[in-house]
């Protein structure tokens, strides 16, 4: 079993991301960072969707391989720049992703699949970009929110947490609400959604 394609796949995934010089700190211990978010976006996937297929899967793990690569300072540091840095990321992910999948014998209507969901087309329309975009959500919800909290001011903080929240289904929704936030980082989403 361990042989198989996915198995491939997803070994040479966590090597590229093993290889990101960027470390967080995640309970004393220290991780590669985009290898640390890789693994929470897996995991993220099959806690809430375990039946996920598998282009979903490997498009999970790979939603931000090589990321520091394309630096954000490298782009006006505008919302111009900002977008333009996103859309240039989406693809230079999907395009890093195909190469590993073309080597362990992916065929190239699957690898277009998971290009496809990487790059977040027909978000809201497409099931499987949505799922990918409700892990991506929650994920960043529960391990990431806490930081932006410390960088942004209420109201861009409320900004955030609300288009967050409008890019997710109502299961995210309501898998969103079940994460263990602190008392503060609840009442600021409540009153983000209007809740």
Not at 89 to 117: P, Q
Not at 143 to 153: A, R, S
Not at 172 to 177: P, V, W
Request: glycine letters at 2%.
């Amino acid at each position: 079993m361990t042989n198989t394609p996915f198995h491939n796949a997803s070994e040479l995934i966590d090597a590229e991301n093993a290889q990101d010089p960027n470390r967080e700190i995640y309970q004393t211990k220290s991780y590669p960072k985009e290898l640390l978010y890789s693994n929470r976006m897996y995991e993220k996937l099959m806690e809430f969707h375990p039946d996920a297929s598998e282009a979903v899967q490997i498009a999970s793990k790979a939603q931000h391989i090589c990321r520091w690569k394309i630096a954000r300072e490298t782009y006006p540091m505008d919302r111009v720049g900002y977008l333009k840095w996103r859309e240039d990321l989406k693809k230079f992910h999907a395009k890093t992703t195909a190469g590993i999948l073309e080597k362990v014998g992916y065929d190239s209507n699957f690898i277009a699949r998971v290009s496809f969901l990487i790059e977040k087309k027909l978000l809201k329309k497409d099931e499987e970009t949505q799922l990918l975009e409700d892990v991506i959500c929650l994920v960043f919800l529960e391990f990431y929110l806490d930081p932006f909290v410390q960088k942004h001011d209420r109201d861009k903080m409320k900004n955030i947490i609300l288009k967050t929240w409008n890019k997710m289904s109502d299961k995210g929704h309501q898998e969103a609400l079940k994460i263990n936030y602190s008392s503060a980082n609840l009442q600021l989403i409540k009153e983000a959604i209007g809740l």
